[in-house]
């Protein structure tokens, strides 16, 4: 492309809170025949809110919440703040959790009141070994109202589950209707139960979904893709998001996300809005029509 065309739909981008920030991303949108998302903060707000805990007959739901929000009190993550939150809400004030750890994809760990307490998904409860059927049936049709569960053990024994549900953004909708009307495939990458994935999944027609995805998995995916032939852009917000957006042909970074993955995108949606795929795809096709 010339220069100047890329200058014009670099700027018509930009004001559309589409930034265009390499030529080639501008030549490849075009191209692009699958978009990958990441669930959490790209199709959701990534802002969850607390909605059911769970507890054995050993535990008041109280108690469980209270361990809960004094681990998440060391984390980072969206799920952290919606436990730590939402025990707020209820009075429930942490206690001061020991030495903190955290399992990449899978949960935390520490101890609390001399009690040692987990808590994250299944592969957590296994690796603990953990004996999740008391509380299967239920986790299961939490999941299917596409919320995230996560299951908390004291000790060695199950003593409750947490659940969470991430509003999907108001313009996710929109954004991969556009997508699927210009013949482009959308698919849905998450380190999130598969479950849960299929249900958010199914309320937005998308067509492909990898579930249970380890963070370090995630680049492998495009790769794999890329492998079958697909022109593949990566829409991501998180830390564990940048190895796969510079591996995609096109990285798109929201925004509202990581610094990281920002730095390892071509795009960015500056709020989030994933109709700005579509957008970009628009901008692309003119400046290439310009040239050609
Ligand atoms: P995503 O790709 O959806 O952002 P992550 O890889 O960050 O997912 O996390 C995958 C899963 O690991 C979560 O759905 C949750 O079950 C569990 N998990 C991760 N971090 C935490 C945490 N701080 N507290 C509880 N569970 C967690
Ligand atoms: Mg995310």
């Given at each position: ?11 018509r ?9 390499n030529a ?9 025949d699958?978009?990958v ?5 790209t199709?959701?707000?990534?802002k969850?809110?607390?909605?059911e ?10 108690a469980?919440?209270r361990y809960?929000?004094?681990l998440?009190?060391g984390?980072?993550?969206?799920l952290?703040a919606?436990?730590v939150a939402?025990?707020?809400e209820?009075g429930?004030?942490p206690?001061q959790?020991e030495?903190?750890e955290?399992?990449t994809?899978?949960g935390?760990r ?6 040692l307490i987990?808590l ?6 296994e690796t603990e070994k953990?004996d999740i ?6 986790s299961?049709?939490?999941?299917q109202?596409g919320?995230t569960?996560m299951f908390i ?5 199950l003593?409750g589950l947490i659940?969470v ?9 929109e954004?991969?209707?556009?997508l699927?009307?210009?013949?482009v495939k959308?698919?849905?990458l998450?380190?999130?139960n ?8 199914g309320?937005l ?13 995630k ?12 022109i593949?852009?990566m829409a991501?917000?998180?830390?564990n998001d940048?190895?796969?957006l510079?591996q995609a042909?096109?990285g798109?970074?929201?925004?509202t996300?990581?610094?990281v993955?920002?730095e390892?995108?071509?795009?960015t949606?500056?709020?989030?809005d ?18 050609r």
């Open positions: 492309a010339t220069p100047m065309s890329i200058m014009v739909s670099t700027g981008g930009a004001q559309s809170g589409v930034l265009i920030k080639e991303a501008l030549e490849v949108m075009e191209k692009i699958i978009v998302v990441d669930k959490t903060g199709l959701t707000e990534g969850p809110r607390l909605m805990t769970v507890s054995d007959k050993n535990f008041s739901a109280d469980i919440l809960a929000a004094s998440e009190k984390s980072e993550h969206p952290a919606a436990i939402g025990a707020e209820k429930i004030a206690t959790a030495n903190f955290s399992v994809g899978q935390v520490d101890r609390i009141d001399n009690h987990a994250g998904n299944s592969r957590l409860m953990i059927t008391a509380l299967r049936q239920q299961e049709s939490l999941r109202q919320q569960v053990a004291v000790d060695g024994q003593g659940s549900a991430d509003p999907i953004k108001p313009s996710t909708s954004a991969l209707k556009a699927h009307e210009s013949g959308v698919a849905m998450t380190g999130d598969q479950t849960t994935a299929d249900a958010v999944a309320k027609g998308i067509d492909r979904v990898e579930a249970e995805v380890l963070p370090e998995q680049s492998e995916l495009i790769k794999q893709l890329q492998s079958e032939g697909y593949v852009a991501g917000d998180g830390i940048a190895p796969a510079a042909h096109v798109i970074a929201m925004g996300g990581a610094d993955a920002m390892s995108a071509g795009v949606l500056v709020k989030g994933l109709r700005g795929i579509a957008r970009c795809r628009q901008l692309s096709r003119a400046t290439m029509n310009n040239i």
